[in-house]
């Protein structure tokens, strides 16, 4: 285990009837910024409730609405111009991508730098608005943690960052604000959750029997509940359990030691930038194809992983061949939730395979931990995807 400080400040305020919390967070007279995305809040009655309880504070509300799936920097911008000004707070009411695009309009809005500059370079963040989050989808647990990722859609660069700033001050997770998310957003939640844990979980770093346990815990969680809530969707206690864990997914707490490796993630956003994929659906392709590279050199922890999780049973064969079967179970689950495991699927052809590589290390190579990988090894790993 490697040494480690670890802090998260943002105040959680979890179950039934946690709105009532915007009165306890949002000062009288606030000039608050509401970011959100397509309509579903409005359809669902949540956008009236929030702004009932706005309006009972004496707030001002300006609005950001429209933020897409795969946040884009010129969304961002146009929230920077909203909020330089009289804004005080920003209230993100959403999933992750709305989340990531208010952390990156809170900074920014305190900053004489350009968004990207920031983005490209966080060490030049030095404050940021109070951010609030009203989660309305489990996935990429942005709710509670310092990390967004925005697309430059000029550039094609979708670039993950973090800053200690970007930390949301406070986060509201009902359960029953999930309710509306369909079956296939659902399922991508699930598999945005296990990715998360998996990229923890899946390193080389040692000594860790604290973390492993807890991540493997998670992940049998997220296998036992995947199934039961994407065939009942409007099971309120298998929604509240899956909105838990994919907060502590990625909050921090399972990364407490470690190095990890997100080289998946890294893959995927070219997958993303370049075609606009959902991302979870993206990394349900990249990351099995990723673990069997990985396994080619490295498959002890993949070994441990199928036995502990996925239900393998050694029958003395090595670590290699339990590792194979794990993933081919994995990979199986994922197709079960209705997730893409092919990138044929998501309908990219085997010749955007160099492109996305070129894209996958704009920021350098080697990237990754458990198998350090360049741009031949990208293509690789998207030739097993394919």
């Known amino acids: 285990m490697q040494p480690f400080s670890f802090q998260n400040p943002t105040r959680l305020h979890f179950g039934a009837g946690q709105l009532e919390r915007l009165r306890d967070e949002v ?15 409005k359809r669902s009655g949540l956008y009236d409730q929030v702004h009932a309880h706005l309006q009972a504070l004496g707030a001002v509300v300006t609005e950001l609405a429209g933020v897409e799936p795969n946040p884009r920097l010129s ?16 209230l993100a009411v959403g999933g992750g991508s709305v989340i990531d695009a208010a952390k990156a309009i809170a900074v920014s809005a305190r900053s004489a730098h350009d968004a990207w500059d920031l ?5 030049l963040i030095t404050g940021a608005l109070p951010l609030g989050v009203v989660l309305t989808h489990a996935a990429t647990g942005s709710e509670m943690n310092p990390i967004s990722v925005i697309t430059n859609e000029g550039t094609l660069d979708k670039r993950g960052w973090a800053s200690a700033h970007a930390y ?47 991540a493997e815990g998670l992940l049998r969680v997220l296998i036992d509940t995947g199934p039961k809530l994407v065939a009942d969707l409007g099971n309120l206690e298998l929604r509240e359990t899956a909105m838990l864990a994919g907060t502590w997914a990625f909050n921090g707490a399972l990364a407490m030691g470690k190095d990890g490796d997100w080289a998946s993630h890294r893959i995927e956003h070219a997958l993303s930038a370049l075609h606009d994929v959902p991302h979870a659906a993206g990394l349900s392709v990249v990351m099995p194809a990723w673990m069997e590279y990985a396994a080619q050199e490295r498959p002890e922890k993949l070994a441990r992983l199928a036995e502990r999780v996925l239900g393998v049973h ?22 079960s939730l209705g997730a893409p495991t092919r990138l044929h699927e998501l309908n ?20 990754g931990n458990l198998r350090p990988l360049g741009r031949a090894d990208v293509e690789a790993i998207l030739r097993l995807a394919h």
């Open 27 to 41: 000062p009288h007279g606030a000039h608050v910024l509401l970011v959100y995305g397509g309509g579903s809040i």
């Open 75 to 90: 969304t961002v911008r146009r929230g920077v111009t909203l909020a330089q000004g009289s804004v005080t707070h920003i």
């Open 119 to 123: 983005i490209l370079n966080p060490s």
């Open 168 to 214: 949301p001050t406070f986060s509201i997770l009902d359960p029953a604000f999930t309710l509306t998310a369909p079956r296939d957003q659902t399922a991508y939640g699930l598999i945005d959750m296990m990715s998360h844990v998996l990229e923890d979980y899946l390193d080389t770093t040692t000594n860790t029997p604290v973390q492993d346990a807890w």
């Open 314 to 335: 050694r029958m003395e064969r090595s670590d290699a061949l339990v590792a194979r079967e794990g993933i081919t179970r994995l990979r199986s689950f994922w197709r």
């Open 348 to 367: 990219i052809p085997d010749t955007d395979i160099p492109k996305l590589a070129e894209l996958s290390v704009l920021r350098g190579e080697p990237f």
